[in-house]
């Protein structure tokens, strides 16, 4: 038996083990033994024994410590799977405040933030091997030509944007013309602020939101820092690879971590930089748990490790405008320059009956003219040929008999079949007026190509969907039929921009989506060459009005006032409570929420129901503890039932109430 004086002499690690389960979600206390004291550092990893799981587990050494608050006796750590301490000091706290922050486990955003380990990456990186020495990179230019506003859009002073530890907005402009340009000017921006933090030899982190964004970014920051300086880590990489990078970004300071919504938890002792372009694409939403998106995972980031943060994009999300607005970022816009030329079809003065037509007859002129001197970028709303399909007598959307999906039709000549399950669609009949006739209500890329290929005969087409990739087109005439969010760069600009089917777009349901819209317009005018003419066609009113206006700003402004009046995301946050009914009531019971802040609860698809709460940021914190211990209590009675059943409860299915923060998929 050990005496307590043995007991202050040994070396005890503070391990945390990778588990999902909640109760685990703490340091637990292990003896090093004197074997594997050369190879136990912090952040590397190890298997322990974990009595509460009955089993063997891998874990991340948090620290070493000289003695242990627990007075019993000790378990010693079984091995050391990897002796390369790859979680960083930065991202542990990290991890620790996001999981805090969503009511989550800090193991969950330990498998985001680190990837799959590879031994052979590892090589390099032993204990005992010299990190590499990269050669110094000279100061760059800072990025001028922006001015700062307050939050009514006043000018305050021009400035050039720099890399103070300020959050900032940067509204970005669009391309200048050059006829060499391969990528959008918004990723030159961003690069030549990378560059300045690595001239400091200070790493900077780069999130875009998909592997298309990714590809231009990489582009343009190898065209001013150094390759052995760039740092990319996203899941089109190989394991090895992407763990090669990793650890490049732990050992090397002055680099720039390029990748998506993941590459936000990179390590980075000297952090420089943190910037998300587009923070208001869908594809930062992190499904996996806890959830956090990336832009406040890196207002935490930046909250503890300093550096400057910066959302950009070409259109203010309702989340960085609340920022702005409360006075936590400052809001930048180009000083100089016109706003592009963008025409409202339904608000100019028509010539002929068929302005109101798909593509009104001015915009048939202006293409055709445009189509002269270069490419024009037509964006349409969906892929395929004809996405969605209608009765030919009353218009009522065709479903399909077998599983209620839309119908439509895939490419020219195909059957009428569901979008969801593939079946064809032989015998449909409609549920309205008994009719068994279709027509196509929506043009998809594919027939938009097709009649656009037929009014411009002689004229190359090029088709950019889902299941075509073009990143780029040169500066020769060409139709550039895209869906939104797939539109390729052109070289010099497009000579003239399209944008169809703006009233289907802003008729889709959910919360965002005028947000969207406004965001995948202003994205595909910036990619217009300077002084080229955009359309936008079915959109009138005040949308239509500020898209012209290039009023951004003020209709994010605008938008959130209105989720301010009715306690909408992001004016309160809000978390989803998931379970069977007497659980998730006695969670919610727990919060002592007004009435009006309780949404449901409604059923949900697999049983159980879901109950939406709303809450104001400054309860935040107490929310999320509240809504921890419940899981961490329902956890633990269901473990004792199931040691009383004789089976294991060790896995995150038996787990009965799930929590998510800030799900954007409760209000679609």
């Known amino acids: 038996m050990q005496t307590g004086s043995d007991r202050s002499a040994r070396r005890v690690a503070r391990v945390m083990v990778d588990s999902p389960l909640p109760q685990l979600d703490r340091l637990f206390d292990y003896e090093v033994p004197e074997a594997l004291a050369g190879s136990v550092v912090a952040g590397s990893r190890v298997r322990v024994s974990v009595r509460a799981a009955g089993r063997m587990m891998e874990g991340w050494v948090i620290e070493l410590v000289d003695e242990s608050e627990f007075a019993g006796a000790l378990s010693s750590i079984e091995t050391v799977v990897s002796p390369v301490p790859a979680l960083a000091p930065e991202v542990w706290r990290l991890a620790r405040r996001v999981a805090d922050r969503a009511a989550g486990t800090a193991s969950d955003v330990l498998r985001l933030a680190i990837p799959t380990r590879s031994v052979r990456a590892e090589q390099a990186w032993l204990p005992g091997v010299p990190p590499p020495v990269l050669p110094p990179v000279p100061a760059a230019p800072p990025l001028d030509g922006y001015r700062e506003q307050d939050a009514s859009g006043i000018v305050e002073r021009d400035e050039r944007v720099v890399l103070e530890a300020v959050?900032?907005?940067?509204?970005?402009?669009?391309?200048?013309?050059?006829?060499?340009?391969?990528?959008?000017?918004?990723?030159?921006?961003?690069?030549?602020?990378?560059?300045?933090?690595?001239?400091?030899?200070?790493?900077?982190?780069?999130?875009?939101?998909?592997?298309?964004?990714?590809?231009?970014?990489?582009?343009?920051?190898?065209?001013?820092?150094?390759?052995?300086?760039?740092?990319?880590?996203?899941?089109?990489?190989?394991?090895?690879?992407?763990?090669?990078?990793?650890?490049?970004?732990?050992?090397?300071?002055?680099?720039?971590?390029?990748?998506?919504?993941?590459?936000?938890?990179?390590?980075?002792?000297?952090?420089?930089?943190?910037?998300?372009?587009?923070?208001?694409?869908?594809?930062?939403?992190?499904?996996?748990?806890?959830?956090?998106?990336?832009?406040?995972?890196?207002?935490?980031?930046?909250?503890?490790?300093?550096?400057?943060?910066?959302?950009?994009?070409?259109?203010?999300?309702?989340?960085?405008?609340?920022?702005?607005?409360?006075?936590?970022?400052?809001?930048?816009?180009?000083?100089?320059?016109?706003?592009?030329?963008?025409?409202?079809?339904?608000?100019?003065?028509?010539?002929?009956?068929?302005?109101?037509?798909?593509?009104?007859?001015?915009?048939?002129?202006?293409?055709?003219?445009?189509?002269?001197?270069?490419?024009?970028?037509?964006?349409?709303?969906?892929?395929?040929?004809?996405?969605?399909?209608?009765?030919?007598?009353?218009?009522?959307?065709?479903?399909?008999?077998?599983?209620?999906?839309?119908?439509?039709?895939?490419?020219?000549?195909?059957?009428?079949?569901?979008?969801?399950?593939?079946?064809?669609?032989?015998?449909?009949?409609?549920?309205?007026?008994?009719?068994?006739?279709?027509?196509?209500?929506?043009?998809?890329?594919?027939?938009?190509?097709?009649?656009?290929?037929?009014?411009?005969?002689?004229?190359?087409?090029?088709?950019?969907?889902?299941?075509?990739?073009?990143?780029?087109?040169?500066?020769?005439?060409?139709l550039v039929i895209a869906t939104r969010g797939a539109e390729p760069v052109a070289a010099g600009g497009y000579r003239a921009v399209l944008l169809l089917d703006g009233d289907r777009m802003l008729a889709r349901e959910g919360l965002r989506v005028a947000e969207d819209c406004v965001r995948w317009w202003s994205n595909a005018i910036a990619l217009a060459a300077p002084g080229a003419t955009t359309w936008l066609v079915g959109v009138g009113g005040r949308t239509a009005a500020g898209v012209a206006g290039w009023q951004q700003s003020a209709m994010a402004s605008a938008e959130l006032a209105q989720r301010r009046a009715l306690r909408f995301p992001p004016a309160v946050r809000v978390a989803t409570v998931t379970g069977r009914d007497e659980i998730v009531a006695e969670a919610v019971a727990a919060l002592h929420l007004p009435e009006h802040d309780v949404l449901g609860p409604v059923p949900v698809e697999g049983g159980g129901v879901r109950t939406i709460v709303r809450f104001d940021y400054q309860r935040a914190g107490a929310v999320a503890s509240v809504l921890r211990e419940s899981i961490v209590r329902q956890a633990a009675a269901r473990r004792a039932l199931a040691r009383r059943a004789g089976r294991s409860a060790s896995s995150r299915a038996d787990v009965d109430l799930r929590v998510r923060f800030d799900d954007a998929d409760a209000f679609e």
Do not use: K, M
Request: aromatic content about 4%; overall charge positive.
């Open 167 to 478: 959050p900032t907005v940067v509204e970005l402009p669009s391309p200048d013309g050059s006829a060499s340009r391969t990528v959008g000017a918004w990723a030159l921006a961003l690069a030549r602020l990378a560059a300045a933090s690595v001239a400091g030899n200070r790493t900077a982190i780069l999130v875009a939101p998909d592997h298309r964004d990714l590809d231009q970014l990489d582009a343009a920051v190898r065209s001013v820092v150094p390759a052995d300086r760039v740092v990319r880590v996203d899941g089109s990489q190989s394991t090895p690879s992407r763990y090669r990078d990793f650890l490049r970004a732990r050992f090397l300071d002055g680099v720039v971590v390029i990748g998506t919504r993941s590459a936000v938890y990179a390590p980075a002792a000297r952090l420089g930089l943190i910037a998300i372009w587009d923070d208001g694409d869908p594809l930062h939403r992190e499904p996996h748990a806890p959830g956090a998106h990336p832009r406040d995972v890196a207002l935490v980031r930046q909250e503890l490790q300093g550096g400057a943060l910066v959302l950009a994009g070409h259109a203010i999300s309702t989340d960085a405008q609340r920022l702005v607005e409360i006075g936590w970022c400052r809001r930048v816009s180009p000083a100089r320059g016109a706003a592009p030329r963008v025409i409202p079809t339904a608000l100019a003065s028509g010539d002929g009956a068929d302005d109101h037509a798909r593509i009104p007859s001015a915009a048939w002129r202006g293409v055709g003219e445009a189509l002269q001197h270069g490419p024009v970028l037509v964006q349409v709303g969906r892929p395929g040929y004809s996405p969605q399909l209608v009765c030919s007598t009353c218009s009522t959307p065709a479903a399909c008999p077998r599983c209620s999906g839309p119908l439509g039709i895939a490419r020219r000549g195909a059957a009428p079949s569901c979008r969801w399950c593939a079946a064809i669609a032989g015998g449909w009949r409609c549920p309205e007026c008994d009719g068994v006739r279709l027509r196509q209500g929506v043009a998809g890329s594919e027939r938009t190509a097709d009649e656009l290929g037929r009014a411009f005969p002689r004229t190359r087409i090029i088709v950019a969907d889902g299941e075509r990739t073009v990143l780029a087109v040169e500066a020769s005439p060409a």
